[in-house]
Structure formats: C-alpha cells, structure tokens
C-alpha cells in the first residue's frame, strides 16, 4: 500500500442519486453542502463553475471532471458570470434528490419554464460531496488546490451509456454500483490531475515513483506498526542509510524516521477519535512498546497528551503535511 492508497482507501460513496435535470440558460446552482471535496462531472453540455477563491469563472466542458475543494459553497451556472439575481440561484444540497428527468411527464409543467427542452439540448450535471472524517484526509486537503480540472480525463461517451442503463432501471445492487462509479471517478481525477504535466503536486506523491523513497513510502504506509529503524527501511530500498536519508530528505522533505512518527501520529489521532481501544492499545499497534514514549511523540505533534485528546473530543490539526475515514457522496443535478 502507497501514501494515495492510504488516503483514498476507504473513502467511500454511501447513498448516491443521480439524475438529468436542465439548467435554465440564466439560471445556477449553489452548493452548499459545505463538503471538503466536491467531484462535478458534466455529462452533457458545459457550464461554467463561480468558486469565491477564482477571480473568472471557470468554463467545464464534457469529457472534464472537476474536484472543488470545500467548504465554502460554489455555483454552477449555465452562463460565465460571476453575480446572480436571488430567483436565479437555486440551493442545493447533495444529500438531497433532485433528480427531474426529462423523460419522464412533468407533474406541473407550468411551474418549470424547461418542462418541454429536448433532452438533446439539456445540461446534464453529476455531482458527488465526500464529507470526509479524521487526521489522514487532511494530508490530501491541504495540497489541493481550490478548483482542479482534468481535462478529457475519461471516456464518456461509454461513462454515460453506462449511467443511462443503471438509471432506467431498479436492478438489485445499482445503487453501490452508483456509488462506486463516484469513488472510481474521484481517485481517477486526482491521480490524473497530480500526474499532469506542471501540476504542483505534493512532495511525497511525487517521491512515490522514485526508486530509492518510493518502497520505503510502501513499507511505512502497509505496516506502520513495524519496529522500523533506518537501517530497516534503507533495506527496503536495498541501500545505505546514509544514502536514504538523504535522498529521502532531498525528495519529501524531512528525515524518515520524522515523516514516519508523524504518519503514525495522524493514524493515532484517528484510532483515538473512533474507537474505544486504550492508549497502550493504540501505541503498540503502531509499533511503540512503551506507551510513554508514544504520549510524548503524539503532545510532541499535536500539542495534547492522547488522553486529553480523546477526552476534548474534537480532532487537532497535525502540522503540515492525508484521504481515510467514513465519506458521504451523493449525486445531485439541477435546477
């Protein structure tokens, strides 16, 4: 297991609703779901995304995908401006359904100016949000930027082919099929995203592909409760130690020992938020015989004792630089 594996394993989709819908032509939609991670996927049409952190709005076309990195709530709008009339927006949520489909007869078409617009000619928008929990996605989070756009990052013409049959039908299982379409699609534009050319990814995505840092960024991340040392994890890497440290120093930015301590510290302050396992339990799962010296390295990072920590109940913000935890993704359109 790598450091994305690490941070993407079990994010996962719960309870995804999808949908077409048509987006009036002076219309938008806010979201305000306050998630840290949003995936807009346009499936038909192209529209444009208002972020407050992005001075023009930005154009998304299909065949892109898009993360918006939350929590501040964004538009999507049919048009490129960057101001909006209060009947011209429309609140949306992902946890809600809002799912009209063109096909099938609308219940009160006087009440929706685009009843009758050809599917043909409809905005056909999926969403997802990852409500994401705990210390590791944070790793993530922090080295995203606002907006990310991969540009034809998937083939949708089959993408969308696929999605029409599952949505025309009630066939046992199709909603963890839906909703692992979305964990597929996440990982996906990230992954691309970070291997684009340019693209300011992180220093330990990028020492994953190096040949002396990226087994020992393996080790660490399968088995962080091994007793490393740095003569184990240079064996890893099937060089001296003297020759790991530097290179790993030159490539992630700290000696590995360091990075280590503060991987097993996110993973600590994860255990302890969700779990009732005892202190010792947590240090001898992450490779500390002593309990001590595991309280002394998690004050050390985080500024409180793992008891305190647990007792406060609220999750501390580890210094600098992961996406693990219980996620929530829906799919939503509109308006």
Known sequence: MDLFDSLLRNVRAEGAAFGRSVLASSGALRFTDGAPL???????????IVHPERDEPLLVRVGEAVVVRGPEPFVFSAEPRSSFRPDELRDVSCGQSLVARPSEPNPNPNADPNANVEPAEQMVLLAGAYHV??????WLLRVLPPLLVVPDAHDCSSLRAYLDFQLGGCRPGRQIVLDRLLDWLLVCTIRDWFDQPGAEAPRWYRALGD???GPVLHAMHTDPGEPWTLA???AQAGVSRTTLAKRFAELVGEPPLTYLTRWRMTLAADMLAESTATVAAVARRLGYADPFGFSTAFKRIYGMSPSEHRQVGTMPQVPEANVHGRGTMVGCTGP
């Open 38 to 48: 949003t995936l807009c996927v346009p499936m038909r049409g192209e529209g444009w």
């Open 211 to 213: 040949g002396t840092v």
């Open 232 to 234: 184990s994890l240079a």
């Open 133 to 138: 929990q705990g210390q590791a996605p944070q």
